[in-house]
């Protein structure tokens, strides 16, 4: 047997004693599920536990079929290797042992020992020896026998360079648009991935740069590392669209967490339903972020000054407050600005105060039950109700949007008379209840309950696709994560919506998270060096401050071509591509999408959408192309995508950039004019 064989033979051969293992974990944890339910223990122990038990359970058990390991590092004999001396591990994606007491079979990727399989180099090897990479068979499910080869690199003799197997993963073809990524992090990367969860992290990547792998090895790499932190603070990741969050679902259990919550903004603040659309001067408006401070005058507005004195029953006697005092109390709340809600009972509490002194002087201090009773009194809360009353956010956000007198004042100094025409209601509803409220809407009402009350926050947030939140979406993110932490993906090139951001710093104070450090990727290792070239041609066009990126992929194919009938074009392409491997992406102005499934659909082409992949040809409008990828992907007349919004180059520079092996671009009319070298 060839020493290569028999390596192999010897590593499939440890990935059965791994897989049993597996399996012996899973069947150990259902039982302890079962064991752990007759536990006797306090209420909040046995809930604990019962919640460690079943979240462990439900892991293994939805454990995805697929290699147990991926790389494995051998440390040298010396003082540099540390308490790793002559010791081997091998990584993967979660851990594994024969028994908890026992050393393990495999250490997760997120384990310390592990980024030195990510970050050691024949210049600082850190005391590995060898690191092996394992290479299996394209969709395996964790066979053995699809161990199909590995690559060792002799770190301390100096030894390094181009992975193959992480090159071949990289650029294989997929079946979606997203992939397991463990195994192909790159030192840059995972640098960012391990930071503080205290530290907030702006990622500005190129397309194909990694962003995305980054902001989800960041989210599973934290959970692991804080495990009882994130479970009391919670960890969010917000996307820009369904599609992204379903094929991001499909990679975190590939990272080993199942239990992320994933939302858009939408979600997060949906009060009530959307049942109106805004016109895009209202959009712009309600988006900007100068309407926090026409929502907080509106809000404040509502707190109204003392009429009256206040005589509060104590038996036969009556204490009194004067109108001075009570005026006091308020203008001393208002001026420490609290949430309004807090505000409310500063200014009972005070009033409180007042009738103390006063009992304090004529007969002693008095107990507790009597300040309860004090604050429970009818004139104190009839005087509470009267300069400071409850008020719901939705009431402040109708009466802005519908009384032109409330918004005149609140808008003072802030609005011009155009930008307060454009956002009041043609015709407002009789009351807030049965308002229609638009999306832009419900980001006002959200600042308003912000105003009122704090609302449950997050110990870290991702967001992804953050250069097209509005500022006024930003503060939405802010206020949950007042005392956490934002890792923030994105590309100010991509920005597609009107508000979109065309710097990060400003992006940064919007989410209150101007300390973020901004890291920059600009070297891809999706998309080939001749897509990013040719989409590159937009960035001087974009009034956007990025780098232009670069590729170390030089595979890949570009085809322009200039046809008489973009749909006869559009089925040869396709046809052909079928011929091949991998998953086709085929993306038009919304309008021509119909059409061009119909005419596939002809043609004897089997179609999906961008929420159904089950196809491998996808036909989808170019607006939510964002975030996905495709092996090749079929671009058809740019012309129209660039016309159909006021962002048009940003978007197709999106759309251009979705392909990773090949990109045809199929056109009647002339291209843009950015993009003709002429």
Known sequence: MKPLDHELSQERTYHDTCRAAMASMVEESAEQVVIGEDVSASGADAEALGYTLRSRAKALLEEPDRPLFFGRLSFED???????????YYIGRRR????????PLVVDWRAPVSSTFYQASAKDPQGVAVRRRFGWAAGSRGASEDLSGMEDEHLTAGESGESQIVASEIERPRVGPMRDIAATIQPEQDDLVRSQLTDSVCVQGAPGTGKTAVGLHRAAYLLYTYPQRIQRSGLLIIGPNRTFLKYISEVLPSLGEID????MIADEIARHPVQAQDAE????????????????????????????????????????????????????????????AVGRERVRARAVQVLQRQVERRAGPPNNEWLRKM???????????????????????????????????????????DEQKAILWPKPPRSWKSAKWSEADLVLIDEVAGLIERPEGYGHVVVDEAQDL??????????????????????????????????????????????????PLTMGFRVPAKVVEFANRLIGSLDVDVPPSRSLRRDGELMIRNVPDTVKATIEVVRAALEGEGSIGVI?????????RDALADAGIETSTSDDTGSRVTVLPAEVAKGLEYDHVVVVEPAAIVEAETRGLHRLYVVLTRAVSRLDVIHRRPLPMALDPA
């Not at 594994?96 to 050393?103: D, I, R, V």
Request: proline share 6%; charged share 25%; glycine share 6%.
């Open 78 to 88: 010396s003082l540099q290797a540390g308490d790793h001396r002559r010791q081997t």
């Open 96 to 103: 594994l042992s024969e028994h908890p007491s026992t050393p």
């Open 260 to 263: 992320i919550r994933q939302c």
């Open 281 to 340: 001067a209202a959009a712009a408006v309600k988006h900007d972020s100068r309407m926090a401070q026409v929502l907080r005058q509106a809000l404040y507005a509502r707190v109204g000054s003392p009429s009256e004195s206040v005589a509060v029953p104590d038996g036969s006697y009556r204490w009194r407050i004067s109108v001075e005092e009570l005026e006091e109390i308020v203008a001393e709340v208002r001026e420490e600005a609290p949430l309004y």
């Open 375 to 417: 604050g429970r009194a009818k004139p104190i809360s009839a005087f509470v109700d009267s300069v400071w009353r409850k008020v719901q956010p939705e009431e402040v956000v109708a009466s802005v949007l519908s009384d032109p007198d409330i918004l005149t004042v609140a808008a003072d100094g802030i609005l011009s008379a």
């Open 470 to 519: 509005s500022p006024m979406q930003c503060r939405v993110i802010g206020r949950r994560v007042d005392f956490g932490s934002v890792t923030v993906l994105g590309d100010l090139a991509q920005g597609t919506t009107p508000w979109a951001a065309r710097n990060w710093p400003e992006q940064l104070v919007h989410l209150g998270k101007q300390d973020a450090q901004v890291v």
């Open 588 to 596: 038009a102005d919304a309008p021509e999408v119909m059409s061009l």
